[in-house]
Structure formats: structure tokens, C-alpha cells
């Protein structure tokens, strides 16, 4: 697959272009074995619904909008999630809440929301915003460095997505852990998540031919092994300090709030390898989505640089509405002001949505948007292909943030409404949803409100699809700082 060219004018930014159409599903394989993008053809962006047989597994691809919200909001119990999920993630997350089902997750759930209240969002932003004035301290040396003033004319180099990466990183460990994320232990955990990355894409793939289940984990769990070795190390040192859980002497981020979270209809609490399951998915949900997006968001700037402009406006007005303007840190009402920062965001999702795939098991014989659905059947919502069909979304491959602003038109809100699920939809819906959208507006309005972000001409990212989207080569721009 292939990019089409960046074109401005029609403001489509690159993607993978879907292959030409063959039901040989065996060759699909083949190709997803480097990205999951293989498995998809140039039809499935406009149907409705499509259905085939591959070695005894009914497999159904599900576009029409009314029909993934049957299957993720209406009958959600019918269509859990599959047990592909599950094994394919259970030697990184355990038994974490994406990937189990029933009471199971219900309860994890009822735990998880109360560590992601909009009080905690408020509490954990002084976390976020020290990971962000570091990503700003690195990014500023780096520019300072290319002529010692600053950038030539053309900007300094910088790869988005490697410092996208790490203020990620370093954003999950600060609201998690309470503590910046070190230089040593990044490249060590970044380089684990990138072999699980890569292996995870390909086991899929050869699960689907049917190789051992635990061949494969096996294959996977090595990958995993110092990841959470990491994270139980961790909670290992924060739970031994002892029992006093006191606002005034334990630290007040994600950890502890999982640590005192307590179900209200059971009383249940996390055991431990319980909290490094979350704690796992957590850095994994929050780290390689967000740095997914954010490279992503990024590099559009680059492209667009009107967007852009308007968003310095933005940020300068919102800090402007304030005293100590313009010069003080963005805080939690700040952001909440930036509405055409959140649709560049929306946007960016959209058209790059970090999660490519759910797939769902139905749970017996059933119909979806006039279609027959086995028992058994692996069903799959793909936020790509539904969020750029082209019989929901006017230029669907284009770069268009007001689709997302509250002036939109009557078709942009219905599809904003109906056909956007970068987060899943339903109870199932990502309970990081607002954690993240908060931490993408902070990163963006200080990069937009220090630096002019230019485009690298010389530079295509190369878009794999595998556990979250990637850019196989990097997202590199130019930056030049800007003078007060």
C-alpha cells in the first residue's frame, strides 16, 4: 500500500491506500502479517456490511452505523469481546478491563471509573503539565542547537514521533507513579512495547491459520516480561510503604486512586496483581494511543498551517481571558476553552484513530443491517474504515477540524454523532477518553503557543496498523521557535 500525495488544496494528508478487491482472504493474510491495513480493500470503505469464511470462522466486517451501535451499545452483552483480545493481549495487560467480559469487567470497570473522575483529571494535571514543560525544555534545546538561535528559516529538524513517545511516557509514569519518567528505563520500555507491537501484528495473523494459542503467547510473553517486571516493581515499592492511604502523606495520582478504589456494590478492591494488570493497560492505553494521536496531530500542523495559526489564536485568547496572561501555565479552564483545539483532536482521530480494530464475538444467530450473523462469529468495527466511508463523512480522507465545532452542518454533526468511535462506544466506551483529550490539548496548545510547526518535504510518514497505529519510519517535522 501506498501514500497519495499531501495535497493542501484538497486538504487530504497522507494514508495507506486500501488494496485493490480480492475475496482471497489467505492473501489478506499475508499482507496484514506487516499491517493489519493488509487485511482491508478498497470495497469495504463502501459497504455496508461484509461477510466471509476462512477456515471454519465466520468473519464480518461492520460499516453501517446503526449496526455498530448494535453491536457496541445496544446488545453489548451479545457481542463481548473476542477471545482473540483477550489471549493476544494477556501476556502484556493479564486480565485487565479492555480485554475480559462479563461481571468480570463490570466490577474492574466500576473500579477503573473512579480513578478517571474529573476530579482526579484536575488532580493529576500539575503531573501532566511538568511532562509537558520537559517535552518544551527538550524541544528548545534541540531548536536552540540547530544554529545556536534558534532554527534557520526553514526550522530545525525533529522527529514528532519519537518526542510524542516520550512525553507520553513520561506523562503516563508522572500521573501514575508520581515521578518523571528516566532517560535509561524509556529506551528500555519503549523498545519492549515496540517487539510486542510488531509480534502481536503478526500472531493475529497467524492465529487465524489456526498455530497453537500457546505457541504464540509463548512467542509474545518474552516481549512482555520486562515491561511488567517494570510496572510490579513499581507497586511492589508504593504498596510496602504501608496501609496510610491519607491524602496528606501518600501520593495523590492514578496509582493510589486505584489502590483506594473500592466497589461500591461488592466492597472489592484491586489485589495486587490485579493493580499490575490495570497498571499495564493503563501505560499501554496511555501511552502508545496518545503518542499515536499526538504524532499524528502533530504532523497535520505541519501540513496545515492555517490550522495552525487559528489554534495560536486560540490559545493566546483562552490565556488572554485571564490574569498573569500571557506568560502563566495553561490550566484545567484554560483548556476546557479550546474548542477548535478539541476538533483539530477530534479530527486528527478520525482520520488516524490509534485503535484500527475491535472485534467482537457474537453470542448467537442474529442479523446486522440485513446481514446474516452466525453464532461464533468474529466480528469486526473498524474506527479506520467506518470514519473514512465514504457514505458517512463529506471528503472523508480530508483534513476538516470543523466538523467537530458546534457551527458544523447538519451531516458533519450526525456523522460526528454516529460514525466516530476512536474510543469504542457504549459501557465499553475508553475510560481514558477525557485523560486523554486533556493531555492532547496541553501538549498541542504549548508547542503551537513556542514553536511554529513546518512541514519536512523530504519526509512521508509510513502508516502500519498492528495493536495501535504507528509510523514505521518516524513523523519527522521542522520547528522554529517563535519570538515574544
Not at 446488545?75 to 489471549?87: G, I, N, Q, R, S
Not at 501540513?303 to 498573569?324: D, I, M, N, T
Not at 474548542?339 to 485503535?355: C, K
Amino acid at each position: 500500500m501506498t501514500n497519495p500525495p499531501t495535497s493542501p488544496e484538497a486538504k487530504e494528508p497522507i494514508y495507506p491506500l486500501p488494496e485493490p478487491y480480492t475475496p482471497n482472504f489467505l492473501r489478506r493474510i499475508r499482507r496484514g502479517l506487516y499491517s493489519w491495513f493488509g487485511l482491508l480493500n478498497e470495497w469495504d470503505f463502501r459497504i455496508p456490511v461484509g461477510a466471509l469464511r476462512f477456515m471454519g470462522l465466520n468473519l464480518l466486517l461492520v460499516n453501517d452505523p446503526a449496526a455498530v451501535r448494535q453491536v457496541m451499545v445496544s446488545e453489548v452483552e451479545a457481542f463481548p469481546k473476542h477471545p482473540y483480545t483477550l489471549w493476544i493481549l494477556e501476556p502484556l495487560i493479564g486480565r485487565a478491563i479492555f480485554s475480559v467480559n462479563g461481571e468480570e469487567w463490570a466490577q474492574q470497570r466500576r473500579l477503573v471509573d473512579q480513578a478517571f473522575q474529573v476530579a482526579q483529571l484536575q488532580r493529576v494535571l500539575p503531573q501532566m503539565e511538568g511532562a509537558v514543560e520537559a517535552l518544551m525544555e527538550r524541544l528548545e534545546a534541540q531548536v536552540d542547537g540547530c544554529t545556536g538561535d534558534g532554527g534557520s528559516i526553514d526550522g530545525c529538524p525533529v522527529d514528532a514521533d519519537a518526542e510524542m513517545t516520550l512525553v507520553t511516557a513520561d506523562v503516563i509514569v508522572r500521573t501514575i507513579l508520581s515521578r518523571p519518567l528516566e532517560g535509561a528505563e524509556a529506551e528500555a520500555i519503549f523498545a519492549a512495547f515496540a517487539r510486542y507491537q510488531k509480534r502481536a501484528g503478526r500472531a493475529l495473523m497467524l492465529r487465524f491459520l489456526r498455530l497453537p494459542r500457546r505457541r504464540l503467547q509463548g512467542y509474545l510473553a518474552t516481549h512482555a516480561a520486562p515491561i511488567r517486571a517494570w510496572i510490579a516493581a513499581a507497586i511492589e515499592a508504593r504498596l510496602d510503604t504501608g496501609d496510610d492511604s491519607s491524602e496528606r502523606s501518600s501520593p495523590q495520582d492514578l496509582l493510589q486512586a486505584l489502590i483506594e478504589a473500592r466497589d461500591p456494590q461488592s466492597g472489592a478492591r484491586f489485589s495486587r496483581d490485579g493493580l499490575v494488570d490495570q497498571v499495564c493497560f493503563l501505560f499501554l492505553a496511555g501511552h502508545e494511543t496518545s503518542a499515536s494521536s499526538l504524532g499524528m496531530a502533530v504532523y497535520l500542523l505541519g501540513c496545515f498551517p492555517e490550522v495552525q495559526q487559528r489554534l495560536r489564536a486560540e490559545v493566546l485568547q483562552a490565556l488572554g481571558s485571564r490574569a498573569g496572561a500571557p506568560d502563566r501555565t495553561l490550566g484545567f479552564d484554560d483548556l476546557r476553552q479550546l474548542s477548535y483545539g478539541a476538533a483539530i483532536f477530534n479530527e486528527t482521530l478520525r482520520l488516524y484513530p490509534p485503535v484500527s480494530f475491535f472485534i467482537r464475538e457474537s453470542q448467537a444467530n442474529t442479523e446486522l443491517a440485513g446481514s446474516r450473523c452466525p453464532m461464533r462469529a468474529l466480528v469486526t468495527l473498524s474506527p479506520w474504515v467506518v470514519q473514512r466511508h465514504e457514505q458517512h463523512w463529506s471528503d472523508p480522507n480530508a483534513f476538516r477540524p470543523e466538523r467537530f465545532l458546534s457551527d458544523a452542518n447538519a451531516d458533519d454533526r450526525r456523522w460526528a454523532r454516529d460514525a466516530f468511535l476512536p474510543y469504542g462506544l457504549g459501557p465499553r466506551k475508553c475510560p481514558g477518553a477525557a485523560f486523554a483529550q486533556q493531555e492532547a490539548l496541553l501538549v498541542l496548545a504549548e508547542l503551537v503557543r513556542r514553536f511554529e510547526v513546518l512541514p519536512d518535504p523530504e519526509h512521508e510518514p509510513e502508516l502500519v496498523a498492528r495493536l495501535t497505529l504507528r509510523s514505521r519510519n518516524g513523523i519527522r517535522v521542522r520547528l522554529l521557535r517563535l519570538r515574544s
